[in-house]
């Protein structure tokens, strides 16, 4: 199950899962449609199942995929502007999930934010917070976090969805919230 967040992941997953020999799901959220950026124009694969570490940082490890991954990016931009440095992972990949990035990642910043581009029940950030609680617990310094979609059924048009999205400011209050930081 793949989740591209840009143009240039969706053509080297979209190669990579026509060439793979199992069936692979490709999510592609409607409202990347909009979305432009660098595509090479020679053929190329991105590995299905392997995580992108986008930004290196010390503070936080914040996970995402998808659309939600381009709210995370400026995020992490606004956090920045304010001298925290945020790792940022986009998922690309669902499954198999890539575990070993992440638990890298948090066991450097020992804090886990989540923002799931589904609802929070059942979803992959569940699953992520509980591998990570299993693996990392001992030493996290907060209780690893997750936001996601509002749990009610998403309206079609993107003037009423976007209020079931997270914003920037949800994810920047949670995150403040959790690390406890002041002002």
């Given at each position: ?18 060439k793979d020999k199992n069936p692979v799901v ?41 659309y939600m991954f381009i709210e995370c990016i ?6 920045e502007s304010h001298s925290i440095k945020i ?97």
């Amino acid at each position: 199950v793949v989740a591209p967040s840009n143009p240039r992941d969706a053509k080297g997953l979209l190669t990579s899962s026509i060439k793979d020999k199992n069936p692979v799901v490709f999510f592609e959220h409607r409202w990347l449609h909009g979305v432009s950026g660098y595509v090479p124009e020679k053929e190329f694969d991105i590995e299905i199942g392997k995580s992108h570490l986008y930004k290196e940082g010390d503070v936080l490890t914040l996970v995402s995929y998808s659309y939600m991954f381009i709210e995370c990016i400026k995020v992490a931009e606004f956090f920045e502007s304010h001298s925290i440095k945020i790792e940022l992972i986009d998922l690309r990949s669902l499954r198999p999930l890539d575990c070993a990035t992440i638990i890298t990642s948090v066991k450097k910043t020992k804090n886990l934010m989540v923002v799931d581009n589904d609802w929070l029940s059942y979803g992959i950030g569940a699953e992520i917070v509980a591998t990570v609680s299993e693996k990392c617990g001992r030493i996290l310094k907060s209780n690893p976090g997750r936001i996601g979609l509002e749990e009610v059924p998403i309206p079609s048009t993107r003037a009423l969805a976007r209020y079931c999205y997270p914003s920037q400011g949800k994810i920047i209050k949670t995150i403040v919230k959790q690390l406890n930081l002041k002002g």
